[in-house]
């Protein structure tokens, strides 16, 4: 375990002298021990990603195809061994961990799909006397290279929603994964370095935070992205100048069950699983739940029924829902948050007390409205439950939040579906299930303080290309 594993600087692994624990968020163990990549590190890939703009802008479509799909076999050959990895480096249970393995191929299909889109359009002008003569192609171009910073809660597929729409782009980039969680990021870079990338194109390197601005105030790189936390994520976008900025930030997201809604146990199942599913961290997990009062009493019973048979423990049993949050002192803040709820005059329903990184699933009935676990992003099992009189109150409540991600709606009133849409200021709305979906093709992000942009193969590719016009005049003789 003394040896430490690679960093790759512009696509070569490179081992250094200096490195740092993973380790297993369950047992305790050390997982690994891994290179930090220092400021000269890092100025060498920012430095080679900027090289290599010109060769990844001329890489033919049939290239990145080919780079893209030795990505989505390598992780499909290795899927136990990245699923593994991702339960001991974040604690994640194993069938969620199997469940992101199979979404980051679908991230990566979705990425090649996108590939026939930027063939670019061909048109005539003529649609005026002083235009006769004139057509233009239009395509869409990478903007340059990039920047990008990923969390530790989707340690494969949220990298991924990083570099495969990097290379359909043509963009050269530089991620630093998180460091609690690097291990898949690395194991991808071994995959990445199987691939004819242009050389230079990509580094993947744990970086010191202190040592990371580059990553976003380098004018070599055209574009960050960033996914983690608002208060992270928006004071960094103050630092960017007139870089171009993607941040996918969190969310205190809301589910909200009227009274059409003749199916509570179903509404609870899904609420129960979207609040809890690897503990809670998740920037979409339920965190407020709001019911209409005729339904509210019955509600919170099979809520309560259905947390009841939540199974927490080792995440590599496989039906264990609920395994540890990062960190111990998560745990902590989290129960923080609770107490604070309870003191201001909220009911604990169950769960509430934290023992090392374990949290119980924990719902606290009617909490203020201006405390934490309400106002801020919870990030862990913990979920509120509060009545409301009507429809109108039911939005009113879901909007009372600098936040917007993505709400859950359960309706059976097509109507009342479509003023949710409407009136609601989040960036999805989920109707008869909770917030908690993500399809990764989907246009993902959030509006408020959730973020800037779109996430999904489709929309990143956009964020990270601009169109090009060529025009041509038809001469007269």
Not at 60 to 83: N, Y
Not at 140 to 158: E, I, K
Not at 230 to 242: F, I, Q, S, T
Request: overall charge neutral.
């Amino acid at each position: 375990m003394s040896e430490l594993r690679p960093y790759y600087v512009a696509g070569r692994a490179e081992r250094g002298e200096d490195g740092f624990e993973v380790i297993d968020k369950h047992r305790g163990e050390v997982v690994a021990r891994v290179a930090w990549a220092g400021p000269e590190v890092l100025d060498r890939a920012i430095a080679a990603a900027h090289a290599a703009r010109a060769p990844m802008r001329r890489l033919p479509l049939w290239r990145r195809r080919a780079a893209l799909s030795k990505l989505l076999h390598g992780i499909a050959a290795r899927a136990e061994a990245f699923a593994e990895t991702i339960v001991a480096e974040s604690g994640k249970p194993i069938r969620f961990a199997r469940g992101e393995v199979a979404r980051a191929q679908d991230t990566l299909r979705a990425a090649i799909a996108q590939l026939e889109q930027l063939g670019g359009q061909w048109r005539s002008y003529e649609v005026a006397p002083y235009l006769e003569g004139y057509s233009g192609r239009w395509q869409r171009v990478p903007v340059g290279a990039c920047g990008f910073v990923t969390p530790f809660n989707f340690p494969l597929n949220l990298v991924l929603h990083k570099v495969a729409p990097a290379i359909a782009a043509g963009c050269p980039f530089v991620l630093k994964p998180a460091d609690k969680t690097p291990l898949s990021a690395l194991m991808l870079a071994e995959l990445l370095a199987e691939t004819d990338l242009p050389e230079g194109s990509w580094s993947i390197l744990p970086v010191r935070v202190e040592h990371a601005a580059p990553l976003l105030e380098d004018r070599r790189l055209a574009l960050f992205g960033f996914t983690g936390s608002a208060e992270v994520g928006w004071a960094l976008a103050a630092r960017a100048g007139g870089k171009r900025v993607m941040l996918e930030l969190g969310g205190n997201a809301a589910a909200l069950v009227d009274e059409t809604w003749d199916d509570l146990r179903e509404a609870a199942r899904r609420i129960v699983l979207g609040a809890f599913y690897q503990a809670g961290q998740s920037c979409i997990s339920v965190q407020r739940v709001y019911a209409v009062r005729s339904v509210y009493e019955p509600l919170k019973a099979a809520l309560l029924e259905e947390t009841a048979r939540v199974k927490m423990g080792d995440p590599r049993e496989p039906d264990v829902l609920l395994g540890p949050l990062v960190s111990a002192a998560e745990a902590q803040r989290l129960q923080q948050w609770i107490e604070e709820a309870l003191q201001g005059g909220g009911r604990l329903l169950c769960g509430g007390r934290a023992q090392g990184a374990m949290l119980p699933p924990t719902w606290v009935e009617q909490p203020p409205r201006d405390c934490r676990l309400v106002r801020e992003e919870a990030f862990g099992p913990v979920a509120t439950l509060a009545p409301v009189e009507d429809f109108d109150e039911l939005l009113r409540r879901a909007d009372d939040s600098r936040y917007g991600l993505q709400a859950g709606l359960f309706t059976r009133d097509i109507y009342r579906a479509e003023r949710a849409f409407d009136e609601l200021q989040v960036g999805g709305l989920l109707v008869g299930d909770v917030p908690s979906f993500r399809a990764d093709p989907m246009p993902y992000g959030g509006v408020r303080d959730s973020g800037l942009g779109r996430e999904g193969p489709r929309f990143a590719i956009e964020a990270m290309t601009e169109p090009k016009l060529l025009v041509l005049r038809r001469p007269t003789h």
